[in-house]
């Protein structure tokens, strides 16, 4: 499976823009971008995911590089309630179509 | 939409005992996943189904585990002879079929062996 790059954890301070990024390197053509994360005790919860342009939703924006070997989830403005791992997914059409999740990014929000 | 249930949210057995969680996922989802975490960890894949047929088996799911999907609805899984290395969170997904679509993950059921 396709592996993702993600640093194990990030800092930010409530109300600040964080950028998530995601290595991507051996994505292939149709592999779509998934971005999900998952607080303590509480299964993964959707955040975005796209293909080849930038996406934006309540949660968060999507950005991709134009070759696709990484991208970058954007939350606009951290809250206390956004620290959760992030995990940066690929959704391989040669993998049976299911998630292949790694360890992710820890996310810490200081108040 | 009244997203994916699992249940029970936690289990306690006794090492040898066997046990079964269910899934009820989002309705008009085909395919339903079922994933295995333990702390510190991602979600490991155990197995999925489209509709009632199971497509794919990790190599983790020994021959103690079995699932189902009667009818392409509800799911369960079944582990038998428990052992303390099984003990961990069991999260289920769903989604509809085709690629580029979400997946919405159930809250879990949290299983202790002891």
């Known amino acids: 499976d396709a592996k993702t790059t993600q640093p194990n954890s990030m800092e930010s301070n409530e109300e600040e823009p964080v950028h998530l990024p995601c290595n991507h390197s051996?994505?292939?053509?149709?592999?779509?971008i998934h971005w999900y994360r998952q607080l303590p005790s509480q299964g993964p919860e959707y955040v975005i995911h796209?293909?080849?342009s930038n996406v934006n939703n309540r949660m968060a924006s999507l950005a991709i590089a134009e070759d696709r070997k990484s991208s970058t989830l954007i939350l606009h403005r951290a809250t206390l309630r956004d620290a959760a791992v992030y995990y940066c997914?690929?959704?391989?059409?040669?993998?049976?179509?299911?998630?292949?999740f790694g360890e992710g990014t820890q996310l810490t929000v200081n108040p | 939409d009244t997203g994916v249930s699992q249940d029970p949210r936690h289990k306690i057995t006794k090492r040898g005992q066997n046990v079964t969680f269910r899934c009820d996922p989002i309705?008009?989802?085909?395919?339903l996943y079922w994933y295995r975490q333990t702390l510190g960890q991602g979600p490991e894949f155990l197995t999925y189904f489209q509709n009632e047929a199971q497509l794919e088996k990790s190599r983790l799911l020994s021959d103690r585990f079995s699932a189902e999907r009667p009818k392409g609805s509800f799911s369960t899984l079944e582990i038998q002879r428990t052992e303390q290395g099984d003990s961990a969170m069991y999260l289920c997904?769903?989604?509809?079929?085709?690629?580029?679509?979400?997946?919405?993950f159930g809250s879990g059921t949290r299983l202790t062996v002891v």
């Open positions: 051996t994505i292939s053509g149709t592999d779509y």
């Open positions: 309705s008009e989802h085909n395919r």
């Open positions: 997914i690929l959704d391989k059409e040669t993998s049976g179509s299911r998630l292949t």
């Open positions: 796209g293909l080849t």
């Open positions: 997904a769903s989604s509809l079929s085709g690629q580029g679509r979400r997946y919405t």
